[in-house]
């Protein structure tokens, strides 16, 4: 039973550049959340699907930022014209049907902006 | 914005002592989890403690919960130098009914045993 998988685990791109993260989460899991970790802080939750639809959104979710979960599988989360606060570790989390509140995260996709 | 503060921020302990880490919090809760996570590396549940729950054990950890209080304590026995790591909490404030995985976390306490 493979965990959750993100991709790339590390991007560095020059400010206002997009990018774009992967991950998939464990089968057969219908929830899949994206948190982001800044160096020194825990985790601040962005957004949570269950199946392809995006439940909640956090203000931290600017309009610069976009996540999708097409099909209720994968989910991709876009930074549009990146600012050198984007600079964090991108985490996404999943969790089955039902719920028991404990979520399974993968490594994490570290953003580097120059 | 956090909602939980963890204390210490940082514990220096050798081999075989037990580690205590607190952690305070504001609203009230569905349940209280606690994460460890080595560096640079993703996040691993330890343990859930549901709001009517006081103490829960799982193997050499040992949790506690006082909603009076709004606190919780994690307690690592015998501990090894494997057990190196930050350990977060994090509360899921739907107290409305199911858990839904919408997480607030602490800073952290970073953990130090040394051989």
């Known amino acids: 039973d493979t965990g959750v998988s993100q991709n790339p685990r590390h991007k560095i791109t020059k400010r206002g550049q997009n990018v774009t993260f992967r991950c998939d989460p464990i089968?057969?899991?219908?929830?899949l959340y994206w948190y982001r970790q800044t160096l020194g802080q825990g985790p601040e939750f962005l957004t949570y699907?269950?199946?392809?639809?995006?439940?909640?959104k956090s203000r931290l979710l600017s309009d610069r930022f976009s996540a999708e979960r097409p099909k209720g599988s994968f989910s991709t989360l876009e930074i549009q014209r990146t600012e050198q606060g984007d600079s964090a570790m991108y985490l996404c989390?999943?969790?089955?049907?039902?719920?028991?509140?404990?979520?399974?995260f993968g490594e994490g996709s570290r953003l580097t902006v120059l | 914005s956090q909602q939980g503060e963890e204390d210490p921020q940082a514990l220096s302990i050798q081999e075989g002592e037990n580690a205590t880490m607190n952690c305070s919090y504001k609203?009230?809760?569905?349940?209280l989890q606690w994460y460890r996570q080595n560096s640079g590396r993703g996040l691993v549940h330890l343990i859930l403690i549901r709001s009517n729950e006081r103490e829960k054990h799982s193997g050499r950890l040992r949790v506690t919960l006082d909603t009076s209080k709004k606190s919780s304590s994690l307690l690592i026995t015998a501990s090894r130098a494997a057990d190196t790591a930050s350990y977060f909490c994090a509360t899921d404030a739907n107290t409305g009914g199911t858990s839904y995985g919408k997480l607030t976390f602490g800073q952290g306490t970073i953990l130090t045993v040394h051989p």
């Open positions: 699907f269950q199946n392809e639809a995006q439940l909640e």
């Open positions: 089968s057969e899991h219908n929830r």
């Open positions: 609203t009230s809760i569905n349940n």
């Open positions: 989390a999943s969790s089955p049907p039902p719920t028991t509140g404990e979520l399974f």
